[in-house]
């Protein structure tokens, strides 16, 4: 049977980097932030959709995601409008991937709200992406165009780092050095992979 690990972290975490780092294990990988920029972008199946809602926010290369989140962050209906575009469209991408790779014995779906949505419901075990608070502040706003109110309205819809810690099966520290994340990426992938006696 395949075990379902959902890959977690707020902002600024490492979890790109971690994701990656389990892709190069040989672990199959749901990116959820990579299919929403797929529906955004060029001819995206979203991008007329999200234009009709959110009227300027939607150019020839796909949805301009700067100017949506400046619509959306902190305006909680404009919010749940976005989400009920993209979560169901997120959703059967995921059912796709699965179903492609049933036989294999772990995958890791990449869901960055896994705790903060419903996702938590389809998958087995949880590992979460952290680093100090002042890493992960120093890593976001060094993201072009990231401003420190930005990030406070990002964080405020977030999990708070310490509780996604407290509910995960697994953490993955990434303010230390690659070599010791890698290591703590491939415990994982043992662990999860090992022979269970039936």
């Known amino acids: 049977m395949t075990v379902r690990l959902g890959l977690t972290g707020s902002i600024g975490m490492g979890k790109s980097t971690v994701a990656a780092m389990f892709a190069e294990e040989g672990v199959p990988l749901f ?3 990579a299919e929403v920029h797929r529906l955004q972008g060029p001819e995206g199946a979203l991008v007329a959709e999200i234009e009709a809602r959110f009227p300027g926010t939607t150019g020839p290369a796909g949805v301009d995601r700067g100017a949506l ?3 959306v962050l902190g305006e909680r209906e404009a919010l ?3 989400e009920a575009l ?3 469209a997120v959703g059967r991408a995921r059912e796709a991937f699965l179903a492609a790779h049933k036989d294999a ?3 890791v779906l990449d869901i960055p709200l896994l705790f903060e949505t419903a996702a938590r419901a389809d998958i087995d075990k949880v590992a979460v ?3 100090p608070a002042d890493v992960q502040r120093a890593r976001v706003l ?3 165009g990231m401003t420190a109110s930005r990030l406070d309205r990002i964080l405020a819809r977030q999990m708070r780092d310490e509780e996604k810690r407290e509910r995960a099966d697994f953490v993955i520290e990434t303010g230390t050095s690659l070599d010791e994340t890698r290591r703590a990426v491939r415990r994982i992938v043992a662990c999860l992979t090992a022979p269970r006696d039936s």
Request: hydrophobic content about 40%; aromatic content about 0%.
């Open 31 to 33: 990116d959820s932030d």
């Open 69 to 71: 989140a400046e619509r």
């Open 80 to 82: 749940q409008n976005l």
């Open 86 to 88: 993209i979560h169901p």
């Open 105 to 107: 014995p772990l995958v």
């Open 129 to 131: 992406v952290s680093a």
């Open 142 to 144: 060094a993201r072009p």
